[in-house]
């Protein structure tokens, strides 16, 4: 399985991006499906996830703005990220959870900047 994000951008504080991750195979037997991130200098970490029955959950950094979702025909997740600050600037990628990694990809650039 290749995954590929996109959807990335320079975008003001207070502004809003929908990330998606597609995916090369089927992500339906992907039980845990989660997005990462990794700001410069930082190590990559898991902000949001979520189990193909729907259920998610969230790294605190990220909880009540970013909203995470997933279309198994589609074999894509998405990220809609709301009220973006400047600390999450970083590139996002999209994996496993615990991650494989075989499954990263290129990752999709997201910049908060006025």
């Known amino acids: 399985v290749q995954l590929q994000a996109s959807g990335g951008g320079l975008v003001q504080p207070g502004g809003s991006l929908r990330l998606s991750c597609a995916a090369s195979?089927?992500?339906?037997?992907?039980?845990?499906m989660g997005w990462y991130r990794q700001a410069p200098g930082n190590e990559r970490e898991l902000i949001a996830w979520?189990?193909?029955?729907?259920?998610?959950n969230y790294g605190d950094s990220v909880k009540g703005r970013f909203t995470i979702s997933r279309d198994n025909a589609k074999n894509t997740v998405y990220l809609q990220m709301n009220s973006l600050k400047p600390e999450d600037t970083a590139v996002y990628y999209c994996?496993?959870?615990?991650?494989?990694?075989?499954?990263w990809g290129q990752g999709t650039q997201v910049t908060v900047s006025s």
């Open positions: 994996n496993s959870v615990p991650f494989r990694p075989a499954y």
């Open positions: 195979g089927s992500i339906f037997s992907i039980n845990f």
């Open positions: 979520i189990t193909s029955g729907g259920i998610t």
